[in-house]
């Protein structure tokens, strides 16, 4: 994306006349970016870098002590009209070539200045670690003179018989994974065990540990020079960090590339070194330190030193792929130049790309960035406002006012001391003014789709469990499960021979008491009443043991499906009375049981909801119509199914002394809906899913409003 340049600029007489050059202490390498030949100045001393393009360093390259800056510029215009920088990029490129202490002057205050350069540039530093308190950082060692003892050792690491040892050792921890990955997930459970967390945190700092060595181990092998290591504090966690800056210097991105995946291909390889040591150790501190080791390279690998949106080895890799330098600061350039270009009408801002192409991945990225950045930190913030209130109110307060404080202050100063907005200052003031205005009156005013979701089981209407009404062996399974059947339909035979045995010793001692029944109506009428009571007592009896065989074949009470996919497994087998043995289902009405939490439970009294639907597990593209509900207006404790709950695989947290599974840790609302049926659906009895209620629109500053305070409230009781 070829840049207007200005020849000339009003400021140019201030440094027209000065006698500048490159410290001798400044190195340059030439390097390639997207095709296009760049120059990199560096100062090992101060460990300083800047890029500049051909036509820069051109003139950067001519400055010299005995000449003016005027001498040199007039020099370069008259050999390279086309491409020499105008008097406007000169300024800038010394200004910042200045604030980098790569110049020389030969004017006795100039080592002053030089030291107050100094002091500025650690002051910038110093407060943009107070800015990013969640990541400080303090470098405590240098470690280039270990480096280079170690040398003879790096080259050999890092060589094809060390990429073959490593592949090696690798493929074969995989495999001890794969054959002991049952034993590997279940000690996964208990991970953030509070008894685990101190191994958690050692195991975290060997890791990264070795993994900034991993980067320093590459720098060196390429030529590099490594001078800081140090640590940084990461969300008030101490972890080490080291400065790979001098990769910026080697001239083949594959190079920059390696040393970003270094530390992450270290972290590999000391996990599959920890899966042997698991492998083979019993329970104790090594084998769970192990296995801490194991899980931390592999989700610190995945969840954040692999994700470009964080300034971690993935935005160093992404930067190096796309040959886009300081990617992140050229991204909030390129968005800073749309907002000027195109809202503000300054049609002399230039783009920071040079292409099209890199200006949409600069917009693309600056976006991302800037909203990522947001979700992580507010989420980080939630984090240790759980565990440290106080810290959690100073960390917020912090980014409070670098997000939204400082940056309108910026603003404000910018709208109103820019040079750049001399001739246009009104309209950049309307604009941004308009605009902000705006967003809060659309956010505030503008009704949008409201709406919330709760975890449910469908049931029908009318069911009943098939319990085994005796006991006895389960002799024949008469319906399979699956069939439909209807009322009065054989589905279970069981067998019970002691029920044979009684009922024939009941009819033996009835013919014997009818006979004695006979001789005392004929002889003795004082023997008639207690025979009369006894044989009373046997009929009773004879009845209940006729009932029990009768019960042996359970027969279907209602009509419906007949579910009982494990009633095979009783075959042949011992029941007692009352054992669950399967489900009839009536398929012809439905139910869908779902769970309000209390932060929703208000609004299902507040008549604001307008429609409900429902999607079932495994049929999420089609939509349920609900055509009436039934709020219960009662707390409840007690799931309508294990599956809502953490035992089941749902979201509802339950008690965990409960072995059921249904028990919640906090009381719950229930919402009964009426499910009309869809042909192209089919419905199964407790199936889980979850039901959208639609409430009435509302503008989203008070949705979000709303729900900060709802979280203020339930889990700080503010």
């Not at 110093?126 to 405590?140: D, E, G, H, K, T």
């Amino acid at each position: 994306m070829k840049q207007e340049r200005q020849i000339f600029h009003e400021s140019w007489y201030r440094i027209a006349n000065q006698r500048i050059c490159l410290r001798a202490t400044v190195k340059v390498r030439r390097q390639l970016f997207r095709g296009t030949r760049w120059y990199i100045l560096y100062d090992p001393f101060s460990n300083q870098f800047f890029r500049l393009r051909p036509a820069a360093y051109e003139f950067v390259a001519r400055l010299s002590n005995t000449r003016t800056v005027e001498e040199v510029w007039r020099e370069v215009m008259e050999c390279n009209p086309q491409d020499a920088p105008g008097q406007e990029e000169v300024i800038h490129l010394l200004a910042q070539l200045y604030h980098a202490n790569l110049l020389h002057y030969q004017l006795p205050p100039d080592t002053t200045k030089l030291f107050e350069r100094y002091k500025q540039r650690k002051q910038r530093i110093l407060q943009a670690n107070l800015l990013n308190i969640m990541f400080l950082r303090i470098p405590l060692w240098d470690p280039d003179n270990f480096l280079k003892r170690l040398l003879p050792f790096i080259r050999v690491i890092m060589s094809p018989i060390g990429t073959i040892f490593w592949s090696g050792i690798v493929i074969f921890a995989v495999k001890e994974v794969i054959d002991h990955f049952s034993e590997f997930r279940v000690q996964s459970q208990g991970i953030l065990a509070p008894s685990n967390l101190f191994l958690l945190y050692l195991g975290a700092v060997i890791v990264k540990t070795l993994h900034e060595f991993g980067h320093a181990f590459a720098v060196r092998r390429f030529g590099g020079e490594v001078h800081t290591m140090g640590i940084m504090f990461l969300i008030f966690t101490p972890f080490p960090y080291m400065d790979a800056t001098a990769a910026w210097t080697f001239r083949s991105k594959w190079k920059r590339v390696f040393v970003g995946i270094a530390g992450m291909v270290v972290e590999i390889f000391v996990a599959a070194c920890c899966v042997f040591i698991w492998a083979n150790t019993g329970p104790g501190v090594i084998h769970s330190l192990a296995y801490n080791i194991i899980f931390i390279a592999s989700v610190s690998t995945l969840l954040f030193n692999l994700n470009p949106l964080m300034r971690f080895d993935g935005y160093y890799i992404l930067s190096d792929l796309l040959d886009i330098p300081n990617l992140r600061s050229k991204a909030m350039q390129q968005l800073v130049h749309l907002v000027e270009y195109y809202a503000f009408g300054y049609k002399k801002s230039q783009s920071p790309a040079f292409s099209k192409k890199e200006a949409f991945w600069l917009t693309f990225y600056g976006l991302m960035s800037g909203v990522y950045t947001v979700v992580v930190f507010s989420r980080i913030l939630l984090f240790v406002a759980d565990k440290f209130l106080l810290a959690g109110i100073i960390m917020a307060i912090i980014c409070a006012v670098s997000w939204v404080v400082v940056p309108l202050v910026r603003l404000g100063r910018y709208l109103a001391t820019s040079p750049k907005l001399e001739r246009i200052r009104l309209r950049a003031v309307l604009v941004s003014v308009g605009v902000l205005g705006g967003c809060i009156s659309f956010l505030y005013f503008y009704p949008f789709p409201h709406n919330f979701k709760a975890p449910g089981v469908l049931k029908a209407s009318d069911s009943m469990v098939v319990v085994s009404k005796t006991d006895g062996y389960v002799a024949e399974i008469v319906t399979p499960s699956g069939r439909r059947v209807e009322p009065g339909d054989p589905l279970v035979r069981l067998e019970n021979k002691e029920i044979e045995f009684k009922i024939a010793e009941v009819q033996a001692e009835l013919e014997e008491i009818t006979v004695q029944r006979q001789q005392a109506i004929g002889s003795n009428q004082g023997d008639l009443k207690p025979i009369e009571s006894q044989l009373i007592f046997l009929k009773k009896r004879l009845a209940h043991l006729q009932e029990e065989k009768n019960n042996l074949l359970l027969r279907a009470e209602i009509g419906g499906i007949w579910v009982a996919p494990k009633v095979e497994e009783y075959l042949g087998k011992w029941v007692l009375r009352g054992t669950p043995l399967g489900e009839l289902v009536n398929d012809e009405k439905f139910y869908f049981s779902c769970v309000i939490l209390q932060q929703e439970a208000s609004r299902l009294f507040c008549g604001k909801i307008k429609s409900l639907e429902v999607r079932l597990a495994g049929q999420s593209k089609i939509t349920l119509p609900v055509s009436h509900y039934i709020t219960i207006p009662a707390e409840h404790n007690i799931l309508p199914s294990p599956a809502l709950g953490w035992a089941g695989g749902g979201e509802i947290a339950v008690d965990l002394k409960d072995s059921r599974g249904v028990t919640t840790v906090e009381p719950f609302y229930e919402v009964k809906a009426e499910i009309t049926p869809v042909e192209k659906i089919v419905l199964f009895h407790r199936s889980s899913g979850r039901i959208k209620f639609r409430l009435e629109e509302e503008p989203l500053l008070r949705q979000w409003w709303y729900k900060l305070r709802q979280l203020l409230q339930k889990r700080y009781q503010l």
